[in-house]
C-alpha cells in the first residue's frame, strides 16, 4: 500500500503535545493533552478524518481527553498492554527520579498523577511492537520504549520521524525521561531511540529535533 504523509500537525497543550499525522485521506492522532484543552485537539481533529487515537502512555496529561475525543471523532483508541489498567481502571503507578532534581520531579509528577483524573475506558487496540499503521492511514509503525512507564510506547513513520511520547524530552536539552517507573528500562529505551537513525525526534514534552545518527552521551 503506497501511503504518503502530507503532514505533521503539532498540537501545543500547555506543557504537552499531541500530534496529527495527515495521511492522503485519513489521520492518526498520538496523545489528546489534557482537559482544558480538548476543544483545541477537537477542532484540529474535526476535518482529517482521524482513524486511530494513539496514547504513547497512560498519564493523564495524555490521555485524559481520549474518551471524549474518541466519541466524537468515532474512532478507536489504541495504548500498550501494560498502561491499560492506568487508562481502563485508572490505576495510579508511582514514579521515581534519579539525584535531587529528578526525585523532586518524581515528587511533582506523582502528585499530579494521583490527584487528576481521566474518564476511565477500555481500549479498543493494544499498540504491540511492529503493529502497522497503514490500515488507519499512517505508513508507520508501533515501537516499545518501556520505562516512563511499563506501556509506553512510540511511532516509527516511513520517512524517518520517530515520536518518543515520554521517553525523552526537550525542554532545557533532549534527554531521558526525568522520572520513570523503571530507570533500567528508560536508559534501553533512550539507546534505541538514538540508535535508529530517525530523520526527527517528536517529543510529549517540548520541541521537535532533527535526528540523524545521534549519540547517546549527547544525553
Known amino acids: 500500500m503506497n501511503i504518503q504523509q502530507r503532514r505533521i500537525e503539532t498540537i501545543v497543550c500547555g506543557q504537552s503535545n499531541a500530534y496529527l499525522l495527515h495521511g492522503d485521506n485519513a489521520s492518526i492522532l498520538i496523545d489528546t493533552g489534557t482537559a482544558q484543552y480538548k476543544e483545541k485537539v477537537l ?28 466519541k466524537r471523532l468515532h474512532c478507536p483508541v489504541g495504548i500498550g498492554k501494560e498502561d ?30 494521583h490527584t487528576k483524573e481521566i474518564e476511565a475506558m477500555t481500549p479498543d487496540i ?17 515501537i516499545r520504549l518501556p520505562g516512563h512507564t511499563e506501556g509506553s510506547i512510540g511511532v ?24 520513570y517507573e523503571d530507570a533500567k528500562q528508560t536508559e534501553e529505551s533512550v539507546v534505541r531511540i538514538c540508535s535508529t537513525g530517525a530523520s526527527g525526534l517528536y517529543f510529549g514534552h517540548g520541541k521537535a529535533r532533527a535526528g540523524g545518527e545521534m549519540k547517546c552521551t549527547e544525553f
Not at 51 to 66: E, K, M, P, S, W
Open 156 to 179: 516509527r513513520l516511513s520517512t524517518g520521524e520517530l515520536f518518543v511520547g515520554d521517553a525523552m524530552q526537550n525542554l532545557l536539552f533532549p534527554a531521558a525521561a526525568w522520572c
Open 43 to 70: 477542532q484540529c481533529c474535526q476535518n482529517a478524518n482521524v482513524r486511530l487515537i494513539v496514547l504513547t502512555h497512560g498519564h493523564f496529561d495524555h490521555c485524559q481527553n481520549a474518551a471524549y475525543l474518541a
Open 84 to 113: 491499560v489498567p492506568l487508562l481502563e481502571k485508572r490505576l495510579k503507578r508511582q514514579v521515581f527520579g534519579k539525584g535531587i532534581w529528578g526525585r523532586f520531579y518524581a515528587w511533582a509528577s506523582n502528585r499530579n498523577i
Open 126 to 142: 493494544i499498540l504491540e511492537e511492529g503493529l502497522p499503521l497503514a490500515e488507519y492511514g499512517i505508513d508507520g509503525k508501533i
